[in-house]
């Protein structure tokens, strides 16, 4: 001990500061004796890592007992990807002392993540997110069960039979395997439709109440007659090294010691990076065998409810994609040993090492896989997973964001049979292939009704279309030849938007859509650029309206994807962040908002704004009273707020003005062993620091459009067609390709600046208009007339003068137009406050909107709220890797193989933490 | 060589094709230190353009000498012996950008070169080099970038002297004229060929100043010397803010560095480290401040904080720590995760650029536990990809093999190989 302070005190010399002393001297454990430096040890300061921290919501607890660790290596049997993988169901023994591996564990991350079988979401998510109101549904449940029927009449008139019509609708919602047809025929012989429909409703409804009262005395039925434990699973899949886990995760109440392990995949050659549940497949698959179960032991309908989980794989099904190093994909069903497939097993599609995988969500067989490479593939379980041919991709689309490309290897049509029969999910026999090319991936009931029946009488259709695997390839990024790494990617909540992060430090929001080679979109909504270095994690907020980003800057940016800017960023972390997460169980409990105080320190008057503000106000107060009385007192507290405040006074969406403030829990772990908590509070959020007044104006603005006049919010509001690849026919794709060609080339000679990358808008000239001449006066003088204000944030910044007398103007005739127009810039020349303009001059000022975004891709560090952590901890030996968080505790993953689990305060779980959004499943 | 070679023949077969030449240097004996900074050097774009400018106004600069020698037989034999002696004298510099030039003018794009020339010279200038060991490859690049601005220097001075001579002799016009290209030969060849006349005006007028004012020589003198293109290049400003504790008066002192030595902490970033490097430091106990105000020793806080961004960031990893008890350096392999793209945060307020970008561009690394021992070896970039020089092999390597040189995060009896040394060049906007 004395010696390495001797040492550390002797070392630190005139540039040193000392306080480095605190924690981060003395990470490495104390195994350090086989060091070359005999008798000292640097590190061998007491390692202080953290079991316990406190929050304001209390005491946050490691609970050794519920610690998964890797196994030992000594793993008999390692599969090759070639072989089938053997199943070590053993029970586990949790050993410690193997810590000296021979593998590399720099390279390979621990990604945890958590499955919830309770037999309500087993009904629910299958329903419900197929569903736009389940309650609707329950309520009037024959009513939907006739309107079902008269569309499936409609769609297919061959089906005269009802009955069968029912039986149909059955089999595609439970893709029961091939192998269980006898179990359909069962089926149909069974209880008549009606009501099993009523009951899986009344499950939803269930399901519901469980979310509201969070559990504390449920009074249906099902949850008297089950145990806990049999009426829920939980599991927990975790990779490590060459080993895919599969724990069952108890809860933190229960006490026990934990440690069923359910499966251990071990794999010879290479290691996994990533996986990702099919939460639909899992759902569906397992919900058919369920039913079956219940069918075969002849239990009546009062005893259906009654579904037991138990950890046999006769009735569980859980499909899992892994990515491994190599480039090699897995898709496995963790309870089915023989369904098992590999894809990209000869490297032919990439040799990079896969960096995410990701089920596309609502889709029972189409995954996203990222690779190192920078590239992205789709593939789709229900087509042949190799080919001895390397395959051809043709770019069908490009521009200066990503390009897009489709397979178009020889297809062999013979062989698809085949291949299903070896995917994991079986589901669709031969005759599915129309079934999949029109299975939307929103996935309704009806919808998807229809497309099965409409592959069932119309076999033939379109068999003639065999697409190979990887369907679709998409290459992120300016410059298809030079890409960079992609190291994450996530759906949001809603499955309409893909996140991507890359090692060029740019986040990207896409929205995505995929229902076959021919109908397909792709569309990039915006962009943000990390402040320097890759970007290395995202995650969203649960109601979709945050990302939170974490990179090689050590900082976390929380990314407002409604105003399309960046929120406020972090730090704290004292090295790269690997692992961000939002807490959805988090609430804001004791915590005031002082508005008024903020807005009395901007208490600079704008008359014309205000009266703006009426006009926004009174739209607003229409739809919600509760915020009208906020926005009295506030006015009467501060009748001189300036437009900002009172704008984002108004902005906050509809959830959040229900708690009347906004509050996220972020946590985010880093390769400093820390971990980090951070509150993101209205305060921040409704950020107001000096310099970024401008940009906020602007994309508030913005904003309003979509809260007032979308039904489905749209965060940006004109879009071009230039941007987006959706071909119906291949007619229309070559017309539509020429002009997104044209457009192209004509941006392409405007400008090529950096940041047209993230200007997905309809007049790239224009936006690049506005780039070029930011500071150029004759705008300055158009614009000056719209404001009087503008000369006191001249002081402040000297680039977006402009721009900020162009968001004023935007604001104007935002506020102003009627609804129609808003959302079409040109239309927008229309309203009265425009003729005052001439109209060259509103488009353009429109176009500094669009293209705000673009100009605040990297907001200077000034700009934009800095935050600090809650907390920041020590918590492992290693680095952390990956964090998710549960109704009861986190569980925390570190390189060395631990997944730690962290009781939440106050633990009687469950009672005190309710869902703070119930909003939280609906989209934008 | 071959596994060089082969590898980069299969990249330019692969449809990349890049002007560039990757040249091993061969080892003479523990010299890796020299060979590892030298290239990381040589794939610092600015750097190697500077050197090789400077190589080919040397040349130019003899060309002339030979001319007006031929032409002016008769005239001023002692300025000549001086221009002689300043351009025939072998220096490290020299050394170095016939090196360079040498690898420039390869007509293959891969091979081997011997830096013969150059590591006679650094072992006859530095008795501290002059052995058979293994040496502080930080050491050596900060002697070899003073040395050559120090050469740069002398010799911008002996021909400031020699114009001013010639000024003041009232020379013929033809050897001023010579003098005078010879001088502004790096910047002549910058903007390609400038015709002779008027860099002979422009020096003209030059001098015509300075001597105006009279004494002006001198702070011509001084004001080129402050700007060498190394100094140009490599030098940034630090800023020493202290303040005294008991009379809280601030006192703020600059300082000029060529590369930043930061120490480096487990589990840790670059970024972080340098962060480190700036916070507020007490200075008390044995080291307390002597404050002029109050006139006595007082105690105080410090900071270092950036405030002149350089063109080329030198980050020096202080991975060797000195022991007393062992009486040794012992190797630190922490675990410093350092980006491809950087932005400081330790800078003051009035910095211009203060949040200048910088990108990676080459690093040394050491292999091995010992200052004295192990070896070392270079990564840099061309072209968007990456080349491991190690003496005479090439290799591209990967991104995701960096992970073996951000360190290690336990002591484990693993070859540790260790980023030492740092290229940043910042990005033109």
Known sequence: MTTSLAALAASSTAHTTSNSLMSTNLSTTNNQKANSSPGVDINDLTSDIKTEFYTREGLWKLIPSLEYVKQTQNSSNPVSPNSNYNNNTSQNTSSQTNQNLNINSNSDPVKISLFNFTKSQVFRDFYINTRENVKNLCHECLKSQRREKKRLNKLN?????????????FKSQMYNDSSDEDDDNNWSDSDDYSQRLCRLCKVNLIRNDFIDSSDSESDDESKKNNTKSSSSLSLMIFNYAREIYTYESTPVSSKAELKNIIDKKTYKTVMSTCFDINTTATLSNTLSLQLTRAQNANLSNSDFDRINFSTSPSQLSLIVAAGF????????????????????????????????????????????????????????????????????????????????????????????????????????????????????????LSSHTKKLILSNSNQQQQQTQNPKN??????????????????????????KYLAIVSQDGYLRVFSFFYKNNQEMQFQLKCSMKSYFGGLLCVTWSSDGKFLATGGEDDMITVFNFIDMKVACRGRGHASWINSVSFDPWAKLSNFNFNLKEEIMENDESDDESDLEDYHLKKQELEKNLEKLELEKKTKITAPKKRTISTLSDFNPAHSFTQNNSIFYRLASVGQDNQICFWDLTEDVLKEKPNRSRITSFIQQSQYQHHHHHHVSVQPSVNLSQSDTVSLKETKEKTSLVSTAKNLFASKEKSDNDDSSISTPKSGTLTGSFFRRHKRNPSINSTSSQVTSTEAKTKSSKSTPIVLNSYKKSTNLFTNLTPIENVSTPILSSNTPLDNSMNSSNSRKS??????????????????????????CKRIANERLTSIVFKKDCFLVASQDGFVNTWARPGRNLSKKNKFVNETSSTCL | MGIGGSTIDSQDQNGSPFNEHFFGLVNFGNTCYVNSVLQALYFCKPFREKVIQYRIAYSQRIAHFKDTKENQT??????????????????????????????????????????????????KDNDAFDNLFQQDAHEFLN??????????????????????????????????SNGSNSKKGQKVIKNGSISSQTSVNIINDEIGESCGVGVGGDTTTTTTSETTWIHDLFQGTLVNETRCLNCETCSSKEENFFDLSIDVDQNTSLSHCLQEFSNMEMLCGECKYYCETCSSKQEAEKRMRIKKLPKVLALHLKRF?????????????????????????????????????????????????????????????????????????????????????????????????????????????
């Open chain 2, 143 to 176: 002697y070899l970038l003073n040395t050559c601005a120090d050469i740069l220097k002398g010799e911008m001075q002996e021909l400031n002297n020699i114009n001013k001579k010639v000024k003041l002799n009232t020379q013929n016009h033809k050897i001023l």
């Open chain 1, 325 to 444: 190093n190599k480039g090699e994909i897995h898709v496995f069903d963790v309870f089915k040993k023989d369904a098992s497939v590999f894809y990209n097993n000869l490297k032919l599609v990439d040799k990079t090492s896969v960096t995410c995988i990701k089920w596309l969500p609502n889709t029972m067989n189409l995954f996203l896989v990222s690779y190192s490479s920078g590239n992205i593939y789709l593939y789709d379980v229900n087509y042949q997973a190799q080919s001895s041919v390397a395959p051809t991709f043709s770019k069908i689309y490009q521009n200066d964001s990503f390009s897009v490309y489709t397979n178009n290897s020889s297809s062999t049509q013979s062989n698809t049979t085949s291949s299903n029969s070896s995917t994991p999910n079986t589901t669709q026999n031969s005759n599915s292939q129309t079934e999949l090319l029109n299975n939307s991936s929103s996935n309704s």
């Open chain 1, 157 to 169: 008139e061959s089906e005269s039979n009802d009955e069968d019509n029912n039986d149909v609708i």
């Open chain 1, 846 to 871: 429109q176009n500094v909107a669009t293209t705000s975004s673009a100009f605040n891709l990297c907001p200077k560090l000034d700009e934009v709220p800095l935050i600090e952590p809650l907390i």
């Open chain 2, 74 to 123: 008769n005239t001023e034999n002692n300025h000549d012996q001086t221009t002689t002696s300043l351009l025939k004298q072998e220096h490290l510099l020299n050394c170095l950008s016939e090196l360079f030039y040498s690898i420039v003018t390869m007509k293959k794009k891969k091979g081997i070169v011997q830096p013969k020339k150059f590591i006679a010279r650094l072992r």
């Open chain 2, 321 to 429: 720590k000195f022991v007393g008890m062992l009486n040794k350096f012992v190797k630190l392999t922490y675990r410093v995760v350092f980006p491809f793209e950087l932005r400081l945060f330790n800078t003051t307020e009035d910095c211009a650029d203060g949040d200048q970008i910088y990108d990676l561009v080459s690093f040394v690394v050491h292999c091995g536990m010992g200052l004295n021992r192990g070896h070392y070896i270079s990564v840099v970039k061309s072209h968007g990809y990456w080349f491991l020089f190690d003496d005479e092999q090439v290799e591209k390597i990967e991104v995701s093999n960096f992970e073996d040189f951000y360190g290690l995060t336990q002591d484990t009896n693993k070859k540790s190989e260790t980023s030492y040394i740092l290229f940043y060049e910042s990005r033109q906007s």
């Open chain 1, 470 to 495: 990887p369907l679709l390839k998409l290459n992120i990024g300016p410059d298809p030849n030079y890409s960079y790494c992609i190291n994450q990617f996530e759906f949001s909540p809603c499955g």
